[in-house]
């Protein structure tokens, strides 16, 4: 059983490290928080649901398209509504807030409120020692480790990645540097809303589709993201997986709504001994 | 413009559900005085710079609790919707040191998630809550041997309860403790540096806030009669936040007004919600991009950061 619940929770826990990783990305550069991160979620199962589940189109070229429609949302939202209010802390979140509202209520009036299922691309299932592995959730992790080597080598070996490094370290500095900011919160913002429309992709298959699915997603992000330290890139990583093992555990042992109060418990506790999360900083 | 000729023409028109005497009138008269003291509570946490996103679970803590207390162990219904209101806040006098313990943007997490986590309880907990299909038959509301039993009874309660909120808050906004959560949002190392304790007074604020809406819960379980965990989630936050903006943040008369303008909205679209959200989502795009100040910066109001 031991076996099966660390499987169990690595296999989820690699997708929240995505949500986290996109989340804590724009936070760390951009000082917004993005209420409508889960939304994006939701608009890259939305996509897929359309493209794969009506449209007959293979799955990872769904995923794919779902992935990118995500991001270009994304980076019109930066561009024209969040653009604006940067240096302001509550507007811009409250504008995120706007945001995912409004994305709320467009799915709702395409799709309308009940949840659905789409067919599974993948079935079956393997072993690994004596835990049974869903084929569907192994294809998941699989791209989310592709997905997230992708990601670190674009933050640590391309410039746009140590651009983006720099200004979330000092955004002052880093323009003296002639790092032009203002790209840098685009490119940010665009790969943040990429990441979560591909887990929402990835995910489609297995869980309800939904307009409002990002809530609760939103806030296992959340709760990831100050285990591990707000703006942490490892910290995100790091609590992604903690948080998707002390689930997987507590939901086995009790049941899912148990293993949520029991993951708010440690970070409650993290907050008391650590203020800074794992792998945070101090804050400025 | 003189906010006071803003509240005497809210007083008035606190009289007119009375003059057309329509049931329909009276429900969403009444729902005002709910959400007036809700949109109220996140004000106040506003002012010191913080956006609370548990007063929707705080709500519900004072409803179930306040309606649990009268159902199981037939507490009087006044004594229950206080006890209801003391609930809430003792839960944010222990969580609101560890909430506000890092100044800024963990409080917003740490209130979404834990309004998350209350409301999935409350779903959960099917034996003391009913869970998604409801708590039903709680019973009407009485004092000192009076039971409110027309609709037109509960508003007047309801107004009570909103002009006492009212009335502290805006004496508070007045006061020199207005001044110190003020100056908690503006310049927190000047209001230590004078001697102010700044994170008791957030603590204080939280604490309050959680009271009014405490009470609030109590008094929507003993209105409506059911109580059902939607009612204290994300929906009733947003509600809130759109009040806010839309009212303006900077003066209690704010969240009044949008108060005022939004409780009619759901009842109007109330088989359209997805319109509903698209009006919610614009409307605040709008007010962020070019209103910034809301209502009482488009009136012109006298805010409480201007006193001679």
């Given amino acids: 059983m031991i076996t099966q619940i660390i499987v169990n929770g690595l296999l989820s826990g690699l997708v929240y490290v995505i949500m986290a990783l996109g989340f804590t990305l724009v936070f760390g550069i951009m000082r917004v928080v993005n209420f409508a991160h889960g939304e994006f979620y939701m608009v890259g199962a939305m996509a897929v649901l359309l493209f794969y589940g009506y449209l007959g189109w293979p799955f990872f070229v769904a995923v794919a398209t779902a992935g990118i429609i995500s991001a270009l949302i994304g980076l019109i939202v930066e561009r024209l ?48 020692l004596d835990a049974r592995v869903p084929w569907d959730r192994t294809i998941v992790a699989l791209c989310a480790l592709v997905i997230l080597a992708g990601f670190y080598s674009l933050l640590k070996f391309t410039p746009v990645g140590l651009a983006m490094q720099a200004v979330a370290q000092d955004r002052e500095t880093a323009s003296l540097m002639g790092i032009e900011s203002k790209r840098i919160y685009a490119v940010a913002f665009g790969i943040s809303c990429l990441l979560a429309g591909l887990a929402g992709a990835l995910m489609a298959p297995i869980y309800p589709i939904g307009p409002y699915m990002g809530e609760i997603v939103i806030m296992k992000a959340f709760v990831i993201v100050i285990l591990g330290g707000l703006g942490s890139v490892p910290g995100a990583m790091l609590g992604g997986l903690l948080i998707g093992l002390c689930e997987s555990a507590v939901a086995t042992l009790l049941n899912p709504t148990a293993a949520l109060i029991a993951s708010f418990g440690i970070v409650l506790v993290i907050i008391i001994f650590r203020p800074t999360g794992l792998m945070g900083r101090a804050v400025r | ?252 008369i704010g969240p009044m007004l949008g108060a005022i303008l939004i409780v009619p909205l759901p009842e109007l679209l109330r088989e359209a919600r997805q319109y509903q959200l698209l009006i919610y989502g614009i409307s605040l795009g709008v007010f962020l991009m070019f209103f910034r100040q809301g209502l009482v910066g488009l009136l012109r109001l006298d805010k409480p950061g201007d006193r001679p």
Avoid: C
């Avoid at chain 2, 034996?127 to 004092?143: A, D, E, Q, R, V």
């Avoid at chain 2, 508003?155 to 003020?182: N, P």
């Fill in chain 1, 81 to 128: 509504l969040l653009r604006p209010l940067l240096s302001e802390e509550m507007p811009g979140m409250i504008m995120t807030l706007a945001v995912a509202i409004t994305l709320q209520s467009a799915a709702l009036l395409i799709v309308g409120p009940s949840e659905q299922g789409i067919s599974r691309p993948f079935g079956g299932t393997w072993t690994l």
């Fill in chain 2, 1 to 252: 413009m003189k906010s006071r000729y803003v509240i005497l023409a809210v007083a008035v028109l606190a009289v007119v559900p009375w003059i057309l005497d329509n049931r329909y009138f009276f429900h969403i008269a009444t729902m005002a005085t709910i959400m007036i003291p809700l949109a109220i509570s996140m004000n106040l946490m506003l002012k010191i710079g913080q956006l609370s996103l548990a007063q929707g679970a705080f709500m519900g803590l004072g409803g179930y609790g306040a309606a649990l207390l009268t159902m199981r162990l037939g507490v009087p219904p006044m004594v229950s919707l206080l006890t209801g209101g003391l609930i809430a806040a003792v839960v944010a006098a222990v969580f609101g040191p560890i909430f506000l313990r890092i100044k800024g943007t963990y409080f917003v997490l740490l209130t979404f998630s834990f309004g998350e986590i209350v409301n999935l309880i409350m779903q959960d907990w099917i034996s003391l809550t009913g869970g998604n299909s409801g708590l039903y038959g709680i019973p009407k509301f009485s004092i000192f041997g009076f039971r409110l039993t027309a609709i037109s009874h509960y508003y007047a309660m309801g107004l009570i309860f909103t002009a006492i909120s009212f009335g502290v808050l805006w004496a508070i906004e007045r006061s020199d403790i207005g001044a110190i959560f003020q100056s908690l949002n503006e310049n927190e190392m000047v209001t230590r540096s004078l001697g102010g304790n700044a994170i008791a007074w957030r603590i204080a604020a939280f604490v309050l806030s959680a009271l009014i809406a405490g009470i609030a819960g109590g008094f929507y379980a003993f209105y409506l009669g059911l109580l059902t965990p939607d009612a204290f989630g994300m929906r009733t936050l947003v509600d809130l936040i759109v009040m806010n903006t839309i009212g303006g943040p900077a003066s209690v």
